[in-house]
Nanobody, 112 residues
Framework: QVRLVESGGGLVQAGGSLTLSCAASGIIFSRNTMDWYRQAPGKQREFVAIITKGGSTAYADSVKGRFTISRDNAKNTVYLQMNSLKSEDTAVYYC??????WGQGTQVTVSS
């Protein structure tokens, strides 16, 4: 059974930082591309960042230069380091695999 569990969300002031984690089980983590999506209130879920099994990364334009995705295959965990947070980054952040498994999400709220 595949399980993705996000953590690390919370309330932060604009300009602050947070690091999200996603612990995966039930998959061969090292062989999987992993990505992060987010969904703001009243908006569609949108792509944030992706990391391949080889460590290549890509980002949405809205977060490029501020967010960093990384992975630790020994811990079956993918991370999202978020710096210089803006109020428009407020959303529920979800971990996802290309096989279309989703975590339950973690809330990030940025106060201005």
């Amino acid at each position: 059974q595949v399980r993705l569990v996000e953590s690390g969300g919370g309330l932060v002031q604009a300009g602050g930082s947070l690091t999200l984690s996603c612990a995966a089980s039930g998959i061969i983590f090292s062989r999987n591309t992993m990505d992060w999506y987010r969904q703001a209130p009243g908006k569609q879920r949108e792509f944030v960042a992706i990391i391949t099994k080889g460590g290549s990364t890509a980002y949405a334009d809205s977060v490029k230069g501020r967010f960093t995705i990384s992975r630790d295959n020994a811990k079956n965990t993918v991370y999202l380091q978020m710096n210089s947070l803006k109020s428009e980054d407020t959303a529920v952040y979800y971990c996802h695999t290309p096989a279309n498994y989703w975590g339950q999400g973690t809330q990030v709220t940025v106060s201005s």
